[in-house]
């Protein structure tokens, strides 16, 4: 029998089949809970710092209590992926307000409930160019962030769901939602940035979007090589006239967008400065520094 992948459980460790939660577990009932998606490649766990630093701020915002400190939930990240001899990988990492009775009030529940799933996956970076996605504006805009805004990596996804299925419907790869004014914010689960005349735009956090950790080393990425970065409001008109449209998030990396709505995005392939990046971030991704590595002795202080 091939051996089973382990899931961390609430500071142990269960193979994947018995790897289950509770139907009173109000991450379940009422999407009370928070989670990382997070990337390991070749050894390194990718900006790890940022992630924890990122999934306590979650917490901090809904007022849920995370049974470990910033130090023991790395090295059970860490631990996940040596008990599965790991290297490139795809991490997730969920804490819910835990098992409770029925009724939304979060004191129900006494504790919460932590898990960690390690999967293997490669990167799709590389030498060579990304890939090109169709895109289609959704009808349902994002949530602003005056209510459950994706600032919060809160589990309570329907938002981006009900976007998903309607670019399905479309014929798109995903859908482009925007904000309560009818400004842009992002697309389903992922960042988004334009290029116009050499200088990249990419929306400001009052669009409503999840602070991407992509999103922010893509900026720095871009200031590194010389390319102006703007964060601010983004019309629908600016992106449909955009040089280059391209996405970014953890598990898509990097692709570009070579059709909005039916419209094409300059000549509808990827873009040289989106080449460009993803050439430079398939580099990046890399470098130990910009992780924590998994496999020897000394961790990244948090
Ligand atoms: N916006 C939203 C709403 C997200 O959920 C990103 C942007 C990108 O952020 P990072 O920090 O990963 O650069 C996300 C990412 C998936 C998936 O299947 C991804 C996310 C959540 C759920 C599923 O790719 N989060």
Redesign the pocket.
Known sequence: MTKEPLIYMDGGFVEKSRAVVSVFDHGLLYGDGI?E?IRAYNGSVFRLVD?ID?LYDSAKSIRLKIPLTKHEMTEAVLETMRKNQLRDAYIRLVVTRGTGDLGVDPTLCKNPTTFIIAEPMASHLGPRAPKVLKMAVSSYRRDAVDATS?EV?SLN?MN?ILAKMEANSAGADDAILLDHRGFVS??????IFLVKDGKVVTPSKAAG??H????GRIIRLCSDLGVEVEERDVTPFELTVADEVFI?????ELAAVGSISGSNVGAGGAGPLTVRLYQEFSRVVQRPEEGTPVYEAAAESV
């Open positions: 989670f998606g992630h990122r994706h990596k996804y981006s992002e697309a389903s689960v992922t960042n979007i999840l991407g950790i992509t999103r970014v998030g953890t598990k898509s």
